[in-house]
Every structure is written in structure tokens, then in C-alpha cells.
């Protein structure tokens, strides 16, 4: 399996301050995911990478900007937190050949709040 | 657009007791679908996946999930659930060339009682 490593586990901040979660893989693999879990809403993708300097939108993108400068390294900010950014947030690799995405790898998660 | 409905959201089942959940997807070719499990405080694990071929498919844990096309579904299945099934279960679809739209459902919640 894919070492995903998600820091930190837990972050309470300020509404207003910007905020960076990182997630460090060390399998090489090329595309990267984060997401976000909140009740009632399942999981839905924030950004996605499919290479370094490589990124585009996920379907709740706003708010959020992403930075891949490293394979291993993806990283989520939150460009100045609001209450509703309150969550817990996946990152995650794909198994996959091109494209094609066999199944995901998931990090352990960053619960992040907001107050 | 894709989407995935898991119409139960939480469901009890006694140990021993065999166990369906339910999924129904909704996309327009043959679809890559996926369930995984959750945990209390864990990421997301993937149990099993569909792409093609056997419309049955074995998964980890003693799961299997079965591609019913005519009614879009991908139910998940196991016949005798232990203790430490108590999770929660994610149906997943995702478009056979497209890396980045995996569509996730809502979650059912498992409970076993003794």
C-alpha cells in the first residue's frame, strides 16, 4: 500500500487566517487528491493533481487553492478560513494505469475547525 | 452527470446475520464502481471494485458486490457479519477514463448488536 501521511491530524484556527494541510506520499505516484467529509454530504473532491504544477478544480473548489511542487507533496490551503470550511479533510492517491483510476489510497485524515 | 444514491442511512444488523447494502448508481456507459469502508477515526479503506468481466465481485473481509446494469445498482453483500463490520460503508462511481470524477455517496452507518 501507498505511505499517505496527512498533517497535522488536528487544527483549530481562526475565521479569517489562511491554513495549510499537507499530504506527503512516497510511492511515486502521480495523481493526488483532497477531500472533504461532511455529514450528510458523503465526500466531494476540493482539487485534484495529476502531476507536479499540475492541478484543476474538484466540484467544491471555492475557497481552497492547491500546490503540487513535488511529487510526494500536495498541499491544501484555505485562503482565509470561514465556519463552513469546518471539516475533515482526505487527502488521497489513485491506483491506476493513465487515466484510469483502479481505486483509491486515503490518508488519515485532518479534522480542521473553524471558530 | 454521475451520482450515487445510498438510500439507507443507517442500518442494525445482529452478528451472524447476513447483510445487504444498497447502492444505485446513475451514469450514462459502463461505469467503475467502488465500495469502501470507514472506520471511527480512520480514512477510508477500499474493499472491492467493479470494472468490467464477472458481474460478481470478491472483495477484502468476506464481501462481494454484485453489477446489476438493468438496475443500476452495486449492492454490497456479506453473508455473516462480525462484530468488527461496524463502520461506515461509501458506494463509489467513477467514469472508465476519468482519473479525477469518482462521485462518492453519502455513506450507510453500520451498527451490529451482539
Known amino acids: 500500500d501507498a505511505g499517505i501521511t496527512q498533517s497535522p491530524r488536528h487544527k483549530v484556527t481562526e475565521t479569517g487566517t489562511p491554513v495549510t494541510l499537507r499530504c506527503h506520499q512516497t510511492?511515486?505516484?502521480?495523481?493526488m487528491y483532497w477531500y472533504r467529509q461532511d455529514p450528510g454530504h458523503g465526500l466531494r473532491l476540493i482539487h485534484y493533481?495529476?502531476?507536479?504544477?499540475?492541478?484543476d478544480k474538484g466540484e467544491v473548489s471555492d475557497g481552497y487553492s492547491v500546490s503540487r511542487s513535488k511529487t510526494e507533496d500536495f498541499l491544501l490551503t484555505l485562503e482565509s478560513a470561514t465556519s463552513s470550511q469546518t471539516s475533515v479533510y482526505f487527502c488521497?492517491?489513485?491506483?491506476?494505469?493513465?487515466?484510469?483510476?483502479?481505486?483509491?489510497?486515503f490518508g488519515s485524515g485532518t479534522r480542521l475547525t473553524v471558530v | 452527470a454521475q451520482s450515487v444514491t445510498q438510500p439507507d442511512i443507517h442500518i442494525t444488523v445482529s452478528e451472524g446475520a447476513s447483510l445487504e447494502l444498497r447502492c444505485n448508481y446513475s451514469?450514462?456507459?459502463?461505469?467503475?464502481l467502488f465500495w469502501y469502508v470507514q472506520s471511527p477515526g480512520q480514512g477510508l479503506q477500499l474493499l472491492l471494485k467493479?470494472?468490467?468481466?464477472?458481474?460478481l465481485v470478491q472483495g477484502i473481509k468476506g464481501f462481494e458486490a454484485e453489477f446489476k446494469r438493468s438496475q443500476s445498482s452495486f449492492n454490497l453483500r456479506k453473508p455473516s457479519v462480525h462484530w468488527s463490520d461496524a463502520a461506515e460503508y461509501f458506494c463509489?462511481?467513477?467514469?472508465?477514463?476519468?482519473?479525477?470524477?469518482?462521485?462518492f455517496g453519502i455513506g450507510t452507518k453500520l451498527q451490529v448488536i451482539p
Open positions: 510511492e511515486n505516484h502521480r495523481y
Open positions: 463509489a462511481v467513477g467514469p472508465s477514463g476519468g482519473y479525477q470524477k469518482v462521485t
Open positions: 493533481s495529476y502531476g507536479v504544477k499540475d492541478t
Open positions: 488521497a492517491i489513485s491506483e491506476g494505469q493513465g487515466k484510469a483510476n483502479y481505486g483509491y489510497t
Open positions: 451514469y450514462g456507459a459502463t461505469p467503475y
Open positions: 467493479y470494472f468490467s468481466g464477472d458481474t
